[in-house]
């Protein structure tokens, strides 16, 4: 099993400019998610899948747009990139659906997409 | 929201010491996990410990639920351990695991 996977894993990319960030995962898992990870704050969440057809808002969805293609992929999208997001992005996913007051099991990352917006 | 605070946010030693990293949150949780990030980036879970103490070789964790916190403990450091610590908490409402700023270690040979 690969586990998490995601591409590209560096990127850099002018103001202005679209891209897509891949994952994918081979464990079957139904939930699936996306952090990016800045100096001194940790990970953020920005959008999570609970399962295949469902998206949901974290806490910094603002200038992202997310799609759960399958139960396997779930694709992070940049319409109009800006410096303010030069992160670095990690895909996650995990086998329970979040349901409240449901505990999850561990969350799987993947390596990890280092973004660079100039 | 929930809030997770680390302590303490970096830590030096020298190889073979042994330390203890704390995650205070500031109300109940569903599920709390630690992860190590190494120093090329990448995010390893160490543990899911929601409560109670597991152990897996020289790391072990313990969570106090009713008292809201959980330890790390590293023994016998060694320079491989190096990296940044992060505990991360599920609130009640389900499915979003929300991280502390991370503890950065250096373990010095």
């Known amino acids: 099993n690969a586990g998490v996977t995601q591409t590209p894993k560096f990127q850099v990319l002018k103001t202005g400019q679209s891209m897509t960030l891949q994952c994918a995962q081979d464990m079957n898992h139904n939930s699936m998610y996306w952090y990016r990870q800045d100096p001194g704050m940790g990970l953020r969440l920005i959008y999570y899948?609970?399962?295949?057809?469902?998206?949901d808002k974290g806490e910094v969805p603002n200038g992202y747009n997310v799609s759960r293609l399958n139960k396997r992929e779930f694709s992070l999208r940049l319409e109009s990139a800006a410096p303010s997001q030069t992160s670095v992005y990690f895909c996650?996913?995990?086998?329970?659906?979040?349901?409240?007051?449901?505990?999850?099991?561990?969350?799987?990352f993947g390596p990890g997409t280092r973004l660079l917006v100039l | 929201g929930i809030q997770v605070e680390q302590s303490p946010p970096d830590l030096i030693l020298q190889e073979g010491a042994n330390s203890t990293l704390r995650c205070n949150f500031s109300d109940s949780v569903n599920n709390l996990q630690w992860f190590h990030q190494n120093p090329w980036g990448q995010l390893i879970n160490l543990f899911y410990i929601p409560s109670g103490t597991k152990q897996n070789g020289r790391l072990s964790a313990t969570t106090v639920a009713t008292e809201r916190y959980s330890l790390l403990y590293i023994s016998s450091s060694q320079t491989t351990d190096s990296g940044v610590y992060f505990c991360a908490v599920e609130d009640n409402q389900g499915g979003k695991l929300i991280f502390g700023q991370g503890t950065e270690l250096s373990v010095k040979p």
């Open positions: 996650a996913s995990s086998e329970m659906p979040n349901l409240p007051g449901r505990a999850q099991e561990t969350q799987y």
């Open positions: 899948s609970a399962s295949e057809g469902t998206t």
